[in-house]
Nanobody, 130 residues
Framework: QVQLVESGGASVESGGSLRLSCSASRSTSRPSTYCMAWFRQNLGKEREGIAYGDSDGDTDYAESVKGRFTAFYDTANNTLYLQMNSLKPEDTAMYYC??????????????????????WGQGTQVSVSS
């Protein structure tokens, strides 16, 4: 079982920046690397995949965040960071981290689909005021 711990959510003003982090760990001594992604969701809306990163250095982004958000996978700590700049009120949501074992990472066309991931964090709230 993989545990994901997210942090970094906060309330900021429009135009501000935040950095989210998600650390993956496994309770056994089995060496592990992962592919990981960030999703976000508001009440009554579908969950949206916004950013992907893996231990090969590959990244992917939803159009809604491209150019503003940057994902970085730290292989030493199995942590996926999400640097969020130029935040807008529409970025307000609960942000969730998801992970999958490296040997079953999704292909490039489905990296931002939630059904591809087996492990999920508890979420961290991001609120952007205008």
């Amino acid at each position: 079982q993989v545990q994901l711990v997210e942090s970094g959510g906060a309330s900021v003003e429009s135009g501000g920046s935040l950095r989210l982090s998600c650390s993956a760990s496994r309770s056994t001594s089995r060496p592990s690397t992962y592919c990981m992604a960030w999703f976000r969701q508001n009440l009554g809306k579908e969950r949206e995949g916004i950013a992907y990163g893996d231990s090969d250095g590959d990244t992917d982004y939803a159009e809604s965040v491209k150019g503003r958000f940057t994902a970085f996978y730290d292989t030493a700590n199995n942590t996926l960071y999400l640097q969020m700049n130029s935040l807008k009120p529409e970025d307000t949501a609960m942000y969730y981290c998801a992970a999958e074992d490296y040997d079953v990472c999704p292909g490039s066309h489905t990296r931002l689909r939630d059904y591809e991931y087996s492990y999920w964090g508890q979420g961290t709230q991001v609120s952007v005021s205008s």
